[in-house]
């Protein structure tokens, strides 16, 4: 009845009981709000759902990670709950279309997280549909064996099913099986490998709702589409690996995000200079973002990807009693002190 009753639901710590009913909340379309700051469930722990981790379409990026980062003031991480609910409460406009489309794309991400797996780490590959580098190909070729070999079941691919790099990576990855190809109703990729999906009216809709699926995006040449949708990924805080060798939008043209340029924090700056280096064997260059891609999916808790509406629930563990949870936590002190 708790999970069927609130709009928003507010999460602190947790274990497998505020992951249930913050699931349950979530999955019927609730707002949650997870402080995941705090750690237990409403950091992702005990199949928390992953969607919900996501920055919701009423908080701003930095409201957002004011919910994430532990060295935050306790008073800046609360004042951002206040502001997100308060947004929520205000409600969305809408009159405005460009709010509508934003909507109808959030709900099919969140249509399509169901189809993936909610606990799916999705890996999106962005290029171009022409080849400009000279051994661009062979790179792709490549990375797509060696990610296609990997053993996670989580971890799964997405293309756009275009021409060229998208379709050389569904071809050479593994038998197909881990590829989803996210196409425009009604459309065909003609690829032969992985499974066609579909979402969006037209190839403009595909692109946005693309750009806010996946949890990591692999980029390699390109032109301004790329950048387009590697910027929505990046400024949405999703993962960007750019092949920055193959030149085009990958090395920073076409206003592709700078910051996605930067050596993350999971990966190595050996590793981030194999993107770079033009010269480097395209092995070389394979097995970096191989190691790239696992080390996030080992490291980062499974992030803002794409922006579905959110739900919070403010719950103890369930081994102890709901006072422990405000009485042990500042930031639940501070937030039942305010209330």
Not at 2 to 17: K, L, N, Q, R, W
Not at 26 to 43: D, F, H, K, Q
Request: glycine fraction near 12%.
């Amino acid at each position: 009845i708790f999970s069927s009753i609130g709009d928003i639901y507010i999460t602190v710590e947790g274990g497998p009981g505020v992951s249930q009913e913050a699931r349950a909340a979530y999955e019927r379309g609730a707002v949650v709000v997870p402080l995941m700051r705090t750690g237990g469930a409403s950091s992702g722990m005990f199949d928390f759902p992953p969607g919900a981790l996501e920055r919701s379409c009423f908080a701003t990026a930095k409201q957002w990670l004011l919910l994430k980062d532990t060295g935050a003031a306790v008073d800046a991480s609360v004042r951002a709950v206040e502001d997100i609910v308060m947004a929520c409460a205000a409600g969305k406009p809408e009159t405005s279309s460009e709010a509508q489309a934003k909507e109808r794309a959030e709900a099919e991400v969140r249509r399509l997280r169901c189809e993936l797996g909610y606990n799916s780490r999705i890996i999106c590959i962005l290029g171009g549909t022409e080849y400009k580098g000279d051994d661009s190909e062979a790179l792709v070729e490549n990375m797509a064996q060696k990610l296609g070999s990997l053993t996670d079941s989580k971890i799964k691919f997405v293309t756009g099913g275009m021409p060229g790099v998208q379709e050389t990576f569904a071809k050479h990855c593994g038998d197909g099986s881990r590829v989803w190809n996210l196409l425009p109703e009604g459309g065909s990729s003609g690829y032969g490998r992985g499974t066609d999906i579909h979402a969006g009216k037209n190839l403009e809709e595909r692109k946005i709702i693309f750009g806010l699926l996946g949890d990591v995006y692999i980029t390699v040449e390109g032109g301004p589409g790329v950048s387009q949708e590697a910027r929505a990924a990046y400024e949405r805080g999703a993962a960007v690996v750019p092949l920055i060798r193959t030149g085009g939008a990958s090395s920073g043209q076409f206003d592709f995000p700078p910051g996605a340029l930067e050596r993350p924090f999971f990966a190595t700056t050996e590793e981030w200079l194999l993107l770079k280096d033009k010269d480097a064997q395209v092995d070389k260059t394979a097995e970096a973002v191989v190691d790239i891609v696992t080390a996030w999916a080992g490291e980062r808790f499974y992030a803002a990807v794409a922006a579905p509406p959110a739900v919070v629930a403010m719950n103890a563990p369930e081994e102890a009693p709901a006072a422990s949870s405000s009485s042990t936590n500042p930031l639940g002190q501070r937030l039942l002190g305010s209330a």
